[in-house]
């Protein structure tokens, strides 16, 4: 199983192994949501979900799309650990900062995205990655 934390280790989730997608997302949400340019996502199953340790607090967000996006946080230190929409039932969005790798290591540099979503609103200085399909909205056409 793969493992997920927030930064105060309040919350603990457990998830499988194999992601379906990862994505670098630039919507404008995300940037207020992390507080950076863009965000690293990794798409799973929700199947294999298991809140180890903690109680995450959900809040939701109608969209562009008209699906709801429920962020699940930790309660004491405000870190996202995943998002799920009304749009995508039996899926999340793992957030790759809160990734506990088992060998130590760094998603942001193990997990190459495979697309970039949002890309209309992508700040300027900010390169494509030469290797991701460039989507213009969301993902819906994978």
Same mark, same amino acid.
């Given at each position: 199983?793969?493992?997920?934390?927030?930064?105060?280790?309040?919350?603990?989730?457990?998830?499988?192994?194999?992601?379906?997608?990862?994505?670098? %997302?630039?919507?404008?949400?995300? /940037?207020?949501? =992390? *507080?950076?340019?863009?965000?690293?996502? @990794?798409?799973?199953?929700?199947? !294999?979900?298991?809140?180890?340790?903690?109680?995450?607090?959900?809040?939701?967000?109608?969209?562009?799309?008209?699906?709801?996006?429920?962020?699940?946080?930790?309660?004491? %230190?405000?870190?996202?650990?995943? /998002?799920?929409? =009304? *749009?995508?039932?039996?899926?999340?969005? @793992?957030?790759?900062?809160?990734? !506990?790798?088992?060998?130590?290591?760094?998603?942001?540099?193990?997990?190459?995205?495979?697309?970039?979503?949002?890309?209309?609103?992508?700040?300027?200085?900010?390169?494509?990655?030469?290797?991701?399909?460039?989507?213009?909205?969301?993902?819906?056409?994978?």
């Amino acid at each position: 199983m793969t493992q997920s934390s927030c930064l105060c280790g309040s919350n603990v989730i457990t998830y499988g192994e194999t992601p379906l997608i990862k994505f670098r %997302c630039h919507c404008t949400d995300e /940037r207020k949501l =992390t *507080g950076a340019a863009f965000a690293l996502n @990794i798409l799973h199953s929700t199947a !294999d979900l298991n809140v180890v340790k903690g109680e995450l607090k959900v809040w939701g967000k109608v969209v562009e799309s008209g699906n709801t996006i429920y962020n699940h946080c930790c309660g004491q %230190c405000g870190s996202l650990l995943y /998002r799920t929409s =009304t *749009g995508y039932p039996g899926m999340m969005v @793992i957030k790759a900062g809160c990734m !506990d790798l088992p060998d130590g290591g760094d998603p942001s540099t193990e997990y190459i995205p495979d697309v970039e979503v949002f890309t209309r609103s992508r700040v300027p200085w900010i390169e494509p990655v030469a290797t991701a399909r460039q989507d213009w909205g969301d993902f819906t056409s994978l």
